[in-house]
């Protein structure tokens, strides 16, 4: 394990995102998202909702057609629909990158050019927050993510907070950095307010985050 020490192991290599990573990120993120143990329930969850696009898009055309009694107007009009719709995720997906990117700290590892790990954080007035800590399957229980934090720390104002996946081999690896769990209402009103919308959104099914926080540097 290397997680406390200064350096990584040779073959691997730790800098800043830049802006020509972005979208190497996101395909990480979206590959390593459909194979996470943890993750299987939101996996399941979106191919069912993905699986709605085709018949949406099915009636679309039928309408179109039905309506104007062209069958290649409503084709390319559907067609058309489905590129603008692509480029828009894409773009809305590409710009909150790019804020992070320019406003936060953003550090991403690579093992012989491949992205492995990946943490997203950013300082406020008077506390921090780390986003995202995204471990690929692969490079598990190597100290990548403990590497990550320790090293990404240096550069953040305390208290430092995260909200955990509610597993507990996750709330073990955080409370081992130092990380104690807390009550909603003891998070800043910014993270409060979106754990409250992600609550409202997720209402009825798997357990909420687990708020946590770091005092100070350990």
């Known amino acids: 394990m290397f997680g406390n020490y200064q350096e990584l192991p040779p073959c691997f290599i730790i800098r800043r995102i830049r802006h020509s990573d972005i979208f190497d990120v996101m395909k990480f993120y979206f590959i390593?998202?459909?194979?996470?143990?943890?993750?299987?329930?939101?996996?399941?969850?979106?191919?069912?909702?993905?699986?709605?696009?085709?018949?949406?898009?099915?009636?679309?055309f039928i309408g179109?057609?039905?309506?104007?009694?062209?069958?290649?107007?409503?084709?390319?009009?559907?067609?058309?629909?489905?590129?603008?719709?692509?480029?828009?995720?894409?773009?809305?997906?590409?710009?909150?990158?790019?804020?992070?990117?320019?406003?936060?700290?953003?550090?991403?590892?690579?093992?012989?050019?491949?992205?492995?790990?990946?943490?997203?954080?950013?300082?406020?007035?008077?506390?921090?927050?780390?986003?995202?800590?995204?471990i690929s399957d692969l490079y598990r229980r190597r100290g990548l993510g403990t590497y990550l934090i320790n090293r990404i720390k240096q550069n953040l104002d305390?208290?430092?907070?995260?909200?955990?996946?509610?597993?507990?081999?996750?709330?073990?690896?955080?409370?081992?950095?130092?990380?104690?769990?807390i009550e909603d209402n003891e998070l800043p009103r910014r993270i409060r307010e979106y754990l409250d919308n992600f609550n409202q959104v997720k209402s009825g099914e798997a357990a909420s985050w687990i708020p946590m926080i770091l005092q100070e540097n350990l």
Do not use: M
Not at 34 to 58: G, M, S, Y
Not at 160 to 168: G, K, N, Q, T, V
């Open 64 to 134: 179109i057609w039905i309506i104007t009694g062209d069958f290649y107007f409503a084709f390319y009009s559907t067609v058309s629909l489905v590129i603008l719709l692509i480029l828009i995720v894409l773009g809305t997906i590409y710009y909150v990158w790019d804020k992070n990117i320019n406003s936060g700290q953003c550090l991403v590892i690579f093992h012989q050019n491949k992205i492995c790990a990946v943490i997203i954080a950013s300082s406020y007035n008077n506390y921090s927050y780390i986003d995202s800590l995204f």
């Open 158 to 181: 305390y208290p430092i907070y995260l909200l955990c996946f509610p597993e507990p081999y996750l709330v073990e690896f955080y409370s081992n950095l130092g990380f104690l769990s």
């Open 32 to 60: 390593e998202s459909f194979l996470r143990n943890d993750e299987l329930h939101t996996r399941d969850k979106t191919i069912k909702e993905i699986k709605k696009i085709p018949v949406i898009l099915a009636l679309q």
